[in-house]
């Protein structure tokens, strides 16, 4: 089981950028794919970044691609998500999740763990 906490998010103006970081209370290299999604009231989560549990491999939701970078720390059991060029669509609670599966995914019910989220605005 791991624990994970977001911390990083904050209002923004448009084609500024954020580091969001999510920390995790154990191990996650070799153990957890890991993933951010973002969600606005009324809609569903929506998946924006993600790495598999080998590491070294990253993907992106289209619309995202080219503008925010997904990293880790396995030495300090830390994920990054750096976010440039932000838009005002970009406005979300951004979480970070943690999923077993080796090949990763994009599919939030195949991530077993979540942190409580941090809010994004983007102004502009």
């Known amino acids: 089981q791991v624990q994970l906490v977001e911390s990083g998010g904050g209002l923004v103006q448009a084609g500024g950028s954020l580091r969001l970081s999510c920390a995790a209370s154990g191990r996650i290299r070799g153990r957890y794919g890991m993933g951010w999604f973002r969600q606005t009231p009324g809609k569903e989560r929506e998946f924006v970044a993600g790495d598999k549990r080998s590491g070294g491999s990253t993907y992106y939701a289209d619309s995202v691609k080219g503008r925010f970078t997904i990293s880790r720390d396995n030495a300090k059991n830390m994920v990054y998500l750096q976010m440039n060029s932000l838009k005002p669509e970009d406005t979300a609670a951004y979480y970070c999740?943690?999923?077993?599966?080796?090949?990763?995914?994009?599919?939030?019910?195949?991530?077993?763990?979540w942190g409580q989220g941090t809010q994004v605005t983007v102004s502009s």
């Open positions: 999740a943690a999923n077993p599966d080796p090949y990763g995914s994009s599919v939030p019910s195949e991530y077993t763990y």
